[in-house]
Each structure stands twice: as structure tokens, then as C-alpha cells.
């Protein structure tokens, strides 16, 4: 059972909603609306649904819906074991439980009692509830992936991966329930067609390794800056203001597809969004993605009574590449930033977060822009190893690509030594050095020179330092810094697995450090 959009729409002027849709006065209505249901029957909120999943033990599911003023509901539980909740009392249209515990498995049935009305969710899975966030490529389809058709006959061999679309709306107020759904909880059939590929990808490796229900929540919108996905009190903390129209306005997004399920149970979040902060507020992403991403671990904790974790665990993907060739610095710059300019997570200022690195996968010739890369797989399984080792606390799960350990600088060489063990192949380009008289920190208006490789080993990398000129020293270094730094899973540095690209990095040479670099 789901709150349907039209339902409500007797309670306020019909012709209002049609003609004026996009506005904050419809918006208001709707949601008072929702507020105190205006029909007055006892219903579930609007993503609650039959075949849907629900938080797992040890945290507790939080049910709410609407109902008659003041009345008392109850809630039933029956399945593989049973509960009955205390009553809730109906206020201001709006009833809440918090169920016991639950163990994964299934199916149940849920029971919502009032009076002498009842609703009921139907084929419910326990489990872990994952919340995929951003623009286009996580919006991308999975039927728009390389070997879809092969991904698409896989879809009926996992009933127990459930999945869930909000649809696209905005809005200038924070509302307490989604204005419309676009795909209801469903099992997995020809549905998983156009559902966002990372998300359904990750939720089956996912699958594969946990053996238990994931329902799989996507909330996303093309073309959109973080800036639409924070709430106010996120922006404050990075001095943004009001800009742009649409769905590119401060906070339309999340309060119209994020803040309305805060009170859902859920895991852990999952992100694949920045390509359009390259060319907007572009400097300011090193703190507003943080700032969301602790916004959003707050908002949740409070929605859920406490019940999702207040540091719920939050993978995202690092930028890919868009126009080969390029020597426009946003997307390695929006790189650097996703990390909060650290180059690595988890690190101090982002904790229990994992990214999958991307950028050795572009596809020159996808038909959907080459911002669009169809390799969605490695993408998801990358995913999957952060989230085990972050997310699942896995012993001996790598999920860190390459990164310098430390760097020894002399006249004819740098000398990288690297966290781990290394798989490389040459490079004339890809690492660039920046020479100084005086060893002042470099930026992109800097005169960078290629570095090429000269030898390794196990775990260290040699570069020529040949380019700089005899009167200089080498003041930084940095590693595929372009949008478009290699063909496709060929960068030259790789973990010794081939698996785990390393991410790009500007290292600054430290004033009082001599020739070794200390880095982390």
C-alpha cells in the first residue's frame, strides 16, 4: 500500500495542481496535505510497499503512514516469527511504530490496524536497504550497459534483491513524504531495465557475497550539483547561496527525493555524482560534499529514532572522463575534492566512506556522450570491495588502489614508494612534476612537465626529473591529472591484483623536509 499522489488532490483545487505544478503554493498544499491526510484513511507513507525490504537486525525498521485523527494503531507482523507493536496514536494524520529487531529473511506480511481499517504490505524481506544518490551515471540504465541483455536474463535469479525508484520532482520546502514513485518495490524482472545500473550491480555483488535481501533504493537526477542534494544547513557550513533556476537550486532535491525518507531504516548510502560541479562551484566541492554526506548521516540517525547508524557507511564513485584530449582541470579538480583533498578514503575529514575509482574507464565511443562510459560492472564491483571492507568490516579485503607512502626527491630522479605492492607499465606523461626556485606550493596555473618512469619494483616507482631546469627544484608532483588520463584499464600504476587502479593525487613538497617527503 502506497500514498498515491492523486489521492489527495480532491483536498485542494485540482486545476491549481495541473496548471501550477512546479510552484512553492502547490508545493505547501501538497504537503500539508500529507500532513493531515486528507482523505483520512489508514495507509502506509508513500515507499512503503508490498515486496519491499526493511532494515535488518540489529537496527529496528520504522513504519509510518497516515490515519484517522487519534486513532490508535497497531501494527502486526507475521512470518517466519511475529510481532505486535504498541499502539500509535494517530497526530495530525500521521502514525509511527518501531519494530523489535528482525533477522534477515522472509517473507512477512505487515499489518497497519485502526479502528476498523487496515492496511497491509504484503511479500516483505528483511535485510540491508542501500540509497543510491546522484546524477546521470547513477541514473544510468541497465539497459544501457555493455552486456545488458546478458545482466537483464540475470535479473529473475535473484528474487531477493528488491528495488525502488523515487520519482523526479523538486521542491523549495522540505516535505515529509515523496510526491510521486516511479517504480514501487518490485522483484526483479524486465523492471531491472531501468533501474540505475551501479545500483542494481552493486546490490547483486552484494548479494553474491551476503546471501541475504537487499532492497535497493534509487533516488537520482541527471545533470544536478551537489548543491540541490544539501540542505540548507549543509550549504551554511560552505557559504553557498542561492543560485540557478530548476533542479540546479540550492536544496530543491533534497527536500523533494531525500528528505522525505529520512525516517526509512537503511544501511548505507551509495553516490556517483560531481560531473556537474566541474564548471560549477567547482572550488567549494572539497567542503560541500563532506558537509553532505555528514548532513545526511545526521538526518537519517534523527529520522529513524537512532536507528540508522548516525556514521552509516558511504561509497561513491570518483569521477570517470568526458572529452579525450582535454586539458580542462575540473574533473581531475573534482576528483582531488571528492576526497576532500586527500586523494584517499577513508581518511580523518571523510570517515566509513569507500570510493571506486574510475577514471581508466572511458568509453570513446558510447552513444550516450562520452561522459556516459557503459562500463558499469567494474565500477559496482569496486564498489562491492569498499563496501565490504568498510561497510562489512571483511579482514583482507583489498579495496585501496596504489598510494605514495613516500617520495624521495634528488636532481635526476623522484623515487616513489608506494603502500603496497605495484603492477606498472610505462609511462612517458602520465606523473608531472613542478620545478621552483623557491619551492612555493604549485597550482593549475603552474608549469607542470612531464615526469616519465624509469624503472620500479615491488613497490616503488622511479621518475626522470630531467625536464626541470638545472636552477630549480622539484616543489610538487602530481599523477594523472587530466580528464582523460589513460585508455581503457591501462594506467601505468595498478595494485598487484590489476583490479585496483590508483587514484590521482598533487602532492606539494613539504618547506622543511629535505629530500624524503613524508606523506601518510
Not at 560552505?238 to 530548476?246: F, H, I, S
Not at 582535454?326 to 576532500?340: C, K, M, V, Y
Not at 612537465?449 to 630531467?466: E, F, H, K, N, R
Not at 622539484?474 to 587530466?482: D, E, F, K, N, P
Amino acid at each position: 500500500m502506497t500514498l498515491s499522489y492523486r489521492a489527495c488532490q480532491r483536498c485542494v483545487s485540482v486545476g491549481c495542481l495541473l496548471v501550477m505544478a512546479a510552484t512553492l503554493f502547490v508545493f505547501i498544499l501538497i504537503t500539508l496535505a500529507y500532513f493531515y491526510n486528507c482523505d483520512g484513511k489508514l495507509r502506509f507513507a508513500s515507499y512503503y510497499g508490498d515486496h519491499m525490504v526493511l532494515q535488518m537486525s540489529p537496527e529496528k525498521a520504522l513504519l509510518w503512514g497516515y490515519g484517522p485523527e487519534g486513532a490508535q494503531v497497531t501494527v502486526f507482523l507475521s512470518g517466519p516469527v511475529q510481532q505486535t507493536t504498541s499502539p500509535a496514536t494517530v497526530t495530525k494524520g500521521i502514525w509511527q511504530v518501531t519494530l523489535d529487531p528482525v533477522e534477515a529473511g522472509g517473507p512477512y506480511n505487515v499489518t497497519a490496524t485502526a479502528q476498523n481499517s487496515t492496511a497491509t504490505l504484503t511479500d516483505v524481506l528483511f535485510g540491508d536497504v542501500w540509497l543510491c544518490g546522484g546524477q546521470s551515471n547513477m541514473y544510468f540504465k541497465t539497459s544501457q550497459i555493455f552486456n545488458a541483455s546478458e545482466e537483464l536474463a540475470l535479473a529473475a535469479k535473484y528474487p531477493h534483491i528488491r528495488t525502488f525508484m523515487a520519482a523526479l520532482n523538486q521542491s523549495e520546502t522540505e516535505l515529509i513524504d515523496l510526491i510521486q514513485v516511479s517504480l514501487p518495490w518490485s522483484v526483479p524482472t524486465t523492471n531491472v531495465a531501468e533501474f540505475s545500473a551501479v545500483c542494481w550491480l552493486f546490490g547483486r555483488y552484494m548479494y553474491d557475497n551476503l546471501k541475504y535481501p537487499i532492497g535497493l533504493v534509487e533516488s537520482c537526477w541527471g545533470g544536478t550539483p551537489v548543491e540541490a542534494w544539501s540542505s540548507s544547513r549543509a550549504l551554511r557550513q560552505c557559504g553557498l547561496e542561492k543560485t540557478k533556476r530548476g533542479p540546479e537550486i540550492n536544496s530543491v532535491l533534497w527536500n523533494a527525493m531525500i528528505h522525505p525518507m529520512l525516517n526509512m531504516t537503511i544501511k548505507g548510502a551509495l553516490w556517483y555524482q560531481g560531473e556537474k560541479n566541474a564548471d560549477y562551484h567547482q572550488n567549494k566541492y572539497n567542503c560541500s560534499f563532506p558537509a553532505m554526506i555528514d548532513d545526511w548521516r545526521m538526518a537519517f540517525h534523527q529520522g529513524s529514532g537512532g536507528q540508522t547508524a548516525l556514521d552509516f557507511p558511504f561509497g561513491f564513485v570518483q569521477l570517470s572522463t568526458n572529452i579525450k584530449g582535454s586539458t580542462d582541470e575540473g574533473f581531475p579538480n573534482i576528483r582531488w575534492h571528492q576526497t576532500a583533498d586527500a586523494g584517499f578514503v577513508p581518511n580523518t575529514r571523510m570517515k566509513k566512506t569507500f570510493m571506486a575509482v574510475a577514471l581508466d574507464l572511458p568509453d570513446e565511443t558510447s552513444p550516450y556522450g562520452t561522459i556516459h562510459p557503459r562500463d558499469k560492472q567494474d565500477v559496482a564491483y569496486r564498489l562491492t570491495l569498499g563496501a565490504r571492507a568498510v561497510a562489512y568490516n571483511e579482514k583482507d579485503v583489498p579495496f585501496l588502489g596504489p598510494f605514495p607512502h613516500q617520495i624521495l626527491s634528488t636532481r635526476l630522479y623522484l623515487n616513489i614508494t608506494y603502500d603496497q605492492t605495484v603492477y606498472v607499465t610505462q609511462s612517458k606523461d602520465i606523473f608531472e612534476i613542478c620545478c621552483s626556485r623557491n619551492q612555493a606550493p604549485c597550482g593549475p596555473q603552474s608549469p607542470w612537465v612531464p615526469a616519465g618512469i624509469m624503472q620500479w619494483d615491488q613497490t616503488t616507482v622511479q621518475l626522470s626529473t630531467s625536464l626541470c631546469p638545472a636552477t630549480d627544484e622539484v616543489a610538487a608532483l602530481r599523477y594523472a591529472w587530466r580528464d582523460w588520463p589513460c585508455d581503457f584499464k591501462a594506467c601505468p600504476i595498478y595494485s598487484a591484483s590489476r583490479i585496483l587502479p590508483a587514484p590521482p593525487f598533487i602532492i606539494n613538497r613539504p618547506p622543511t623536509t629535505g629530500n624524503v617527503w613524508k606523506n601518510y
